[in-house]
Antibody
């Protein structure tokens, strides 16, 4: 069974940093493009970033480029999202999701990890 | 960036009724439109992709149609587990990928 389990969320002050992790199981992790998608009160569902199986190809939502960094460790079947200069509007649930057949399709998703940015 | 507008925001129906949800794109997306279901407290799951293809394990009561800028998700006869929020999403070979704001199907 394919499983994605996120962790690393929590409460952080504006301007702070946080590193999210997603551990995958049930499939050959290194063969799949992985994504971060977030759900915020302000914008709803929003694609954040994508990384190819080898890590060679990376893309970001324009509004987040420069503050967020995606990476992966295929030896550990793990996906990461380093978030810095966090803002109140970054508050939400962050999901990791596997690419489904085509670029830009997401399935399955993890259960999500909650990030709260507040003073 | 393509903007997706879903209507209605909320649909109040009874179990067994037919649900019709709409998604309109700000410009043509061809058939590159997907639908996701999000039950309370759960992550989204893929229902339909490329406008009309059901993902693995999705019941036949879910169907999608449309092309260009106007798309429809139909649930032929609502089951109790279908009361949820539904999102449309534009997919393409290149990012960014955008979602609609969602339609909530609630029990009347």
């Amino acid at each position: 069974e394919v499983q994605l389990v996120e962790s690393g969320g929590g409460l952080v002050k504006p301007g702070g940093s946080l590193r999210l992790s997603c551990v995958a199981s049930g499939f050959t992790f290194s063969s799949h493009t992985m994504n971060w998608v977030r759900q915020t009160p302000r914008k709803g569902l929003e694609w954040v970033s994508s990384i190819s199986g080898s890590g060679s190809y990376i893309s970001y939502a324009d509004s987040l480029r420069g503050r967020f960094t995606i990476s992966r460790d295929n030896a550990k079947d793990s996906l990461y999202l380093q978030m810095s200069s966090l803002r109140v509007e970054d508050t939400g649930i962050y999901y990791c999701a596997r690419r489904f057949y085509y670029e830009g399709l997401f399935d399955p998703w993890g259960q999500g990890t909650l990030v709260t940015v507040s003073s | 960036e393509i903007v997706l507008t879903q209507s209605p925001a909320t649909l109040s129906l009874s179990p067994g009724e037919r649900a019709t949800l709409s998604c309109r794109a700000s410009q043509s997306v061809g058939a590159y439109l997907a639908w996701y279901q999000q039950r309370p407290g759960q992550a989204p799951r893929l229902l339909i992709y490329d406008a009309s293809i059901r993902a693995t394990g999705i019941p036949a009561r879910f169907s999608g149609s449309g092309s260009g800028t106007d798309f429809t998700l139909t649930i032929s006869s609502l089951e109790p587990e279908d009361f949820a929020v539904y999102y449309c999403q534009h997919r393409s070979n290149l990012a960014p990928w955008t979602f609609g704001q969602g339609t909530k199907v609630e029990i009347k």
